[in-house]
């Protein structure tokens, strides 16, 4: 399993207050084998050891992506299941928070955008802001994993290579798409986006919602903000009014707002919180 384990303290796209975290827990990401490629973004482990401390907060600022996880320790139960448990998340439309406490692992497969649908054939919005126990029809088979990171990761691995049929055409372009509205920094608006879509406008909001589980405008507005939780963690001199206009936003309030609603937090709040100049102890 060649994996990256705290490569750096760094801040990182999506984890909220990474500098912050390493002491709590640890994170490690291994790409998947080549078949499972078509489907998987990585795999990642989190394993923490807590005895005697106090639990932790931790936070992500989640991509448009599933996950399936295998996770277990001696917390009892997490989002509201025992454990040890193999559970689906649904594209979390807000910030995935949760504590860590005693001593547990997790070990995920993050699918790309659309990777869990074009894989299994299951609806991505009827998952959307759920988490729930993967079904045994899920493999076509009950699944049963160790409670062993690189044990778990290589059932997981060769489970979802398995049986698993070609891409379908939809999939193919919506990934073309998808990674286009990630890495192509001047599509701030949804018409931009219909530009380059290969479907009309009312297909494209069709295939998103079946597919990624979200509509095209999350997904635009989620990437945006998370560059610019970024931005705020490395660079103590931003400015945010320049920020809010290279990111598209109309103008700082529609900004402040969207990061409020997302965040719970204004950016120079997240910035007192995070930013590099602040001795992080991690988020509370």
């Known amino acids: 399993m060649a994996a990256w384990k705290n490569a750096t303290e760094s801040p990182m796209r999506g984890v909220v207050g990474r500098a912050g975290t390493t002491s709590a827990f640890d994170l490690a990401r291994w790409t998947p084998s080549d078949a499972t490629a078509e489907f998987v973004e990585h795999f990642w482990s989190v394993s923490w050891d807590l005895r005697g401390q106090a639990p932790f907060d931790s936070a992500v600022i989640t ?3 599933l996950h399936l996880t295998h996770e277990w320790g001696s917390d009892g139960a997490r989002h509201g299941f025992s454990l040890p448990n193999t559970l689906v998340h649904g594209v979390v439309e807000h910030v995935f928070r949760t504590t860590i406490s005693e001593r547990g692992a997790v070990v995920g497969a993050r699918f790309r955008p659309g990777g869990f649908t074009a894989r299994f054939d299951r609806d991505a919005a009827a998952l959307t802001g759920r988490v729930q126990p993967a079904d045994d029809e899920l493999f076509g088979m009950p699944m049963h994993l160790d409670d062993n990171i690189e044990s778990a990761a290589t059932t997981f691995d060769d489970a979802i290579a398995a049986g698993a049929r070609k891409p379908d055409s939809t999939y193919v372009a919506l990934t073309v798409l998808v990674d286009r509205i990630r890495d192509d920094d001047t599509l701030h608006r949804v018409d931009q986006v219909m530009t380059h879509s290969p479907w009309s406008a009312r297909t494209t909001q069709r295939v998103f919602r079946r597919y990624v589980g979200v509509p095209v405008k999350w997904v635009l507005c989620r990437y945006r903000l998370q560059h610019a939780a970024l931005e705020i963690e490395t660079d103590p001199s931003l400015d945010f009014a320049d920020l809010a206009v290279r990111l598209g936003w109309y103008d700082q309030a529609h900004f402040i707002n969207d990061f409020r609603s ?10 007192t919180r995070y930013g590099k100049e602040n001795d992080l102890n991690g988020p509370s």
């Open 262 to 271: 997302m965040l719970g937090c204004t950016p120079v709040e997240y910035a």
């Open 63 to 65: 991509f448009p992506s």
